[in-house]
């Protein structure tokens, strides 16, 4: 039972990410506004349903190590294995508004719950300071959205023209209504939402049976499978052309889960707030800032995330995964591979990310 349950939760992820991604680029057509904002948003918010349920699920049960871990872990997940393997299906050319804007925020997001957390928790004025930004953030993007200049409106209303010509069919299509995209956006999100519960639920039965521990389930199994709307609607949307959704779909998700999920759960966490777990201070809550961090020079070196770098994260998150199996069993292996990590794979990718940098650029980028 718990296998069929798995199965069905990977159809339900593939389906409402399908409906999803086919009912946002409609429509961000329609509307004359560009699919990075309706990644940002809409999409960004809709994957990013399950981190806030189970977040505020998790305080209301008690568990607050799962509700916190579950978004560091998500953020982790995100950066590293959705846009990885994004990128591998196809290479992801990279919005300027993404590097000026969006990264930075997701940025400052991750930087401001680290200092809030200092104290070991995230108390209930902190989780509406999280919400309270999130609110302010999102009515900055709709406006921002909304006073954009003519010349960026005449643009992405000349993609629509082109669409149509080399698909005149599409203004009379079945999904070439406005109630019919927003339909298709709800049922897709439906489908992930219920599709990413089925496969949480049958991961954490197949992990409990292993003996792992809360915190690492919320950080692997609980992360990634809260995640698998925003793996596969980057994915489906990277392999359908649109790269704006798939890339601000990851940006937009993670700044959501930090603001959104965890001001959530702070907002009902009561007297007590959310305990910020030793460990995860000391580690995890680092590797996430990291992760953000390395999104800048990736996305500057020539604008897009290249089919090697992609290939970078998702290693990256694969050694990731080895060091909190290896600590959780206290393996004899765990400090030759952190010295290995440390000393020299992650020294290694930051110089090839400066000289690749150094090559793509040209000297008049370099000296400004």
């Known amino acids: 039972m718990t296998l069929l ?3 069905a939760g990977l159809i339900g992820l593939i389906l409402g990410a399908d409906l999803l991604v086919r009912g946002a680029s409609k429509l961000a057509l329609s509307f004359g506004i560009s699919p990075l904002v309706v990644g940002l948003t809409i999409v960004a ?36 294995l959705v846009l990885g393997v994004s990128a591998l299906i196809i290479p992801l050319v990279v919005n300027i508004q993404l590097i000026r804007q969006e990264v930075p925020i997701m940025i400052g997001a991750s930087l401001l719950l680290l200092a809030l957390t200092l104290d070991g928790q995230l108390s209930q004025f902190d989780g509406a300071l999280l919400f309270a930004l999130m609110v302010a953030y999102t009515v900055f993007l709709i406006v921002q959205s909304r006073a954009e200049t003519a010349a960026t409106q005449a643009t992405h209303a000349a993609k629509s023209d082109y669409d149509l010509e080399l698909n005149p069919t599409q203004a009379v299509g079945w999904d070439a209504k406005l109630p019919v995209q927003l339909l298709l956006i709800v049922v897709g999100l439906g489908f992930l939402v219920l599709g990413s519960e089925w496969l949480v639920s049958a991961s954490v039965i197949f992990a409990k ?13 609980v992360a990634a499978g809260t995640s698998m709307p925003e793996v596969a609607t980057s994915v489906v949307a990277a392999i359908k052309g649109e790269r704006d959704i798939a890339v601000g779909n990851v940006v937009g998700s993670s700044t959501f889960n930090i603001l959104g999920c965890l001001g959530a759960a702070g907002l009902v966490s009561g007297d ?3 305990v910020m777990p030793a460990a995860m201070l000391n580690f995890d809550i680092w590797v996430m800032i990291a992760v953000a961090l390395a999104c800048l020079p990736v996305f500057i070196t020539g604008y897009e995330i290249a089919r090697w770098e992609g290939g970078v994260f998702v290693a990256y998150y694969a050694a990731y995964v080895a060091y909190l199996v ?5 393996h004899a292996a765990l400090d030759q591979f952190s010295f290995a990590m440390v000393g020299f794979v992650i020294p290694l990718t930051v110089v090839t990310l400066i000289v690749v940098f150094l090559r793509r650029a040209k000297p008049s980028e370099i000296s400004s």
């Open 326 to 330: 290896l600590a959780t069993q206290q």
């Open 5 to 7: 349950t798995f199965i």
């Open 272 to 274: 007590l707030g959310l």
């Open 209 to 221: 049976s292993l003996g792992v521990s809360d915190l690492v389930i919320a950080l692997t199994i």
């Open 45 to 80: 918010f809709g994957t990013s349903a399950p981190e806030l349920a189970v977040s505020v699920g998790a305080v209301l049960d008690g568990k607050t190590d799962i509700a916190i871990g579950n978004v560091v872990g998500s953020n982790i997940f995100n950066v590293l």
